[in-house]
């Protein structure tokens, strides 16, 4: 979607300045043309000179060149440009775009700009939740821009909160999806389950598992960018970042997930399991704190939860497209493919803990895809979001091919 494609990458001087050199080459990587535009202040994060590298233009900084005296046009530059995204913007650019505060080339050229600007916002959460930060960038969205959402999670300063720049993969897949035409997954409807179930043992505590819900917050933001209508069932999970157009049903016990799929599940195309479902719950559940006792320890008694999964798996229909995933640790393709089998999938995503780079809380993940006729494609270790990306392609195929 973005080859060929003129990109204007702003960068003000924040400490996720880093991460545009990374925004920046794979904007390149997608076949973007990227000019980089920098404040001053973020020649001090991040150096003109790796930024020019990545991009192979020089990077503008100022109005024109001093031992030259070549002028930079704005104005020419917000005509070459087919979007602009400033990424860090930080709450002085963001305010000074608000304002047309026009002091230096990056500004100026937003003001010239005739083309959609994406702004990426990165600060620390209390300069993020500031009354005049949410007034600038409510100012900046009425005026047409969009907003990159930062997400939340531990800051420079070592505070946890709301204000980490959006990761560059999902930079560059929110300007792809604006310049696709047409979706491949337009007009079908998905499921997908993300994240634990906690099991109560009392009101104070649970048993759970590690899971983040990042596997599958990814997964529903890919299909959500395939132009699929996305509802999400999460189990307790913070800090992941969701995409405008996926319906969030929030869950915590795996008795609520099973009974969120079946609500939706007879209208759904496609359906894809990336919950870690506990599988078993507690029989002997109490209504009141267990008290700690001096001489005995409390008897948890198990029962087995449903399978969600299976449950789906036992009405499928032919129209519709039920995808597993397995969390192995030994025996991996012969437990994935029993499972496939059991719940009556059509595909199962086989993660292995034995893996480096797989499996829960971490930011990537190496996955097979077992079919249920015995065809097996194994791929690399990637980002969360790439392998979502790659599944979602993947679906695509198995629909177009159904
Ligand atoms: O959330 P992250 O930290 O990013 O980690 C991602 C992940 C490791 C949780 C994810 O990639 C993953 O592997 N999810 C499946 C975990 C698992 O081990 O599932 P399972 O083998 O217990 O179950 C197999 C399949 O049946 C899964 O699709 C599961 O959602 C489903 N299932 C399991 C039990 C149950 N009672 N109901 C189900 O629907």
Redesign the pocket.
Known sequence: MLKGKHIILGVTGGIAAYKSAQLARLLIKAGAEVQVIMTPSAREFITPLTMSTLTGKPVITEFFTANTGEWHSHVDLGIWADAMVIAPATACTIGKMAHGVADNMLVTTYLSAKAPVFVAPAMDLDMMAHPSTSANLSLLRSYGNHIIEPTSGELASHLIGKGRMEEPERIVQVLSDYFSESKPLKGKRALV???PTYERIDPVRYIGN???????YSVANALASAGADVTLVSGP?SGQNLSKNVCLIKVES?IEMLNACKDVWHDVDIAV???????YRVANQSQCKIKRERDSVPNIVLAK??????TLGGTKKDHQLLI?????TDNEVQNATD?LSR?NLDA??L?SLRDAGS????DT?KITIIDKTGNIIAYPVKS?PEVATDLVNYIIDCISNK
């Open positions: 389950t993300a994240g590690f899971s983040s819900g990042k596997m599958g999970v795996a399991m990336s919950a870690a479902v506990a599988d939860n449903p399978d969600i999964a299976a597993g995933f397995a969390l192995e499972k719940k199962i995503v993660n499996g829960f809380g971490i993940n969360k």
